[in-house]
């Protein structure tokens, strides 16, 4: 009991300092989503700036995962090809 009450602070503490995002919204009508997993602030504005410009992008979470997400893409040929960039490239998960 006594060794809960120590540490209870510091577990806190630490959820605290993790960033809540808000849950990711579907994608619109006819539109194809990219998912790009992030886990640190760094990875996130690394896969931002790597995003086209004309895609709607934000941070939110997806089955419990911080996610990039990517929408306006309007074929799944173009969606995928990002995925498959992203991953293969650059070296993180994405998925459409």
């Known amino acids: 009991m006594a060794l809960g009450l120590l540490?209870?602070?510091l577990i806190g503490?630490?959820?605290?300092a993790q960033a809540q995002f808000p849950p990711c919204p579907p994608p619109s009508a006819n539109e194809y989503l990219l998912?790009?997993?992030?886990?640190?602030?760094?990875?996130?504005?690394?896969?931002?700036?790597l995003l086209p410009s004309n895609s709607t992008v934000l941070v939110c979470d997806y089955l419990n995962d911080t996610v990039v997400r990517a929408g306006g893409f309007t074929n799944l040929e173009n969606a995928n090809a990002w995925a498959q960039y992203m991953t293969e490239v650059?070296?993180?998960?994405?998925?459409v």
């Open 13 to 16: 503490f630490w959820q605290s």
């Open 90 to 95: 650059e070296g993180f998960q994405a998925f």
């Open 7 to 9: 540490f209870a602070p």
């Open 35 to 49: 998912l790009v997993r992030s886990n640190t602030e760094a990875e996130r504005t690394r896969v931002q700036n």
